[in-house]
């Protein structure tokens, strides 16, 4: 997977793409990213990459000629890339779209600044527009930050078994159980005893029961999508006979 980053702060990825599985997927060759400077693709002498809106008002815009340009210097044919802006306007973020876009050999994500980018490259250039949340940010760099690390985990290769196996629990749609490491008593603090019984069809609905417990509490939006087996319909009547 190619990761191509445009904007006026490469320098912004530096640090996170020397940690975590990022770093492990451009080691193990499976991902590359190229951050992209806009201000290399300007052509005045201040090295200009935002103006002022037509029609007046507050704010700066992205100036279109220099995200063209950066475009055009990567040589990508439609069939061979996505091109994503990343944008409070788009589609919002999540794991579905994270593996639509897992399947793509190579991504262009395009970062704004100020109040965004001339509309003209979101018409006319644009594949996908993407937003990570409902809230405010400065930029698209944090966001694609997201996207890049949400996809790189399902680019086969880049986890190791054990931790793919969680993409898999993921997509069940529900939240995972609590989890417990040693020691069992802390500062009288214990560890449910069920966990240490040995008991591995006992621990097993155990879990089951409360990861369905934290996902009904928290998250009841995520039930109506899950996938939900029988024994999971049982264990959520009884955990709401408790609730009563
Ligand atoms: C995102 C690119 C470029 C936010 C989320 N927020 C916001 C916002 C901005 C400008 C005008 C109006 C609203 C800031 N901003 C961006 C925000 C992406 C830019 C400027 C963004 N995903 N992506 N939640």
Known sequence: ?????????????????????????????????????????????????????????????MKP??????????????SDAKVILMSPRGRVFDQSIAQELAEQGRLVIICGRYEGIDQRISDHCVDM????????????????LVVMEAVCRLVPGVLGCGDSARND??????LEHPHYTRPRSFRGWEVPQVLLSGDHAAIAKWRRREALRVT?????????????????????????EEKH
């Not at 490469?10 to 640090?15: G, I, K, L, N």
């Not at 000629?65 to 439609?78: C, D, F, G, K, T």
């Not at 995520?222 to 009884?238: G, M, S």
């Open 1 to 61: 997977m190619i990761f191509d980053i445009l904007t006026i702060f490469p320098d912004f990825f530096r640090s996170p793409l020397r940690e975590g599985v990022l770093h492990r997927g451009i080691e193990a060759g499976l991902i590359s990213v190229n951050p992209v400077n806009l201000r290399d693709f300007t052509s005045d002498r201040h090295r200009t990459t935002d103006d002022r809106p037509f029609g007046g008002g507050e704010g700066m815009v």
């Open 65 to 78: 000629e220099p995200i063209l340009r950066a475009l055009e210097s990567l040589q990508i044919s439609p």
């Open 129 to 144: 527009e993407l937003s990570i949340g409902d809230y405010i940010l400065s930029g698209g760099e944090v966001a694609a």
């Open 169 to 174: 629990s993921f997509s069940n749609g529900i």
């Open 216 to 240: 009904m509490c928290r998250r009841p939006d995520l039930l109506e999508r899950a996938r939900l087996d029988p024994e999971d319909l049982k264990l959520l009547d009884e955990l709401r």
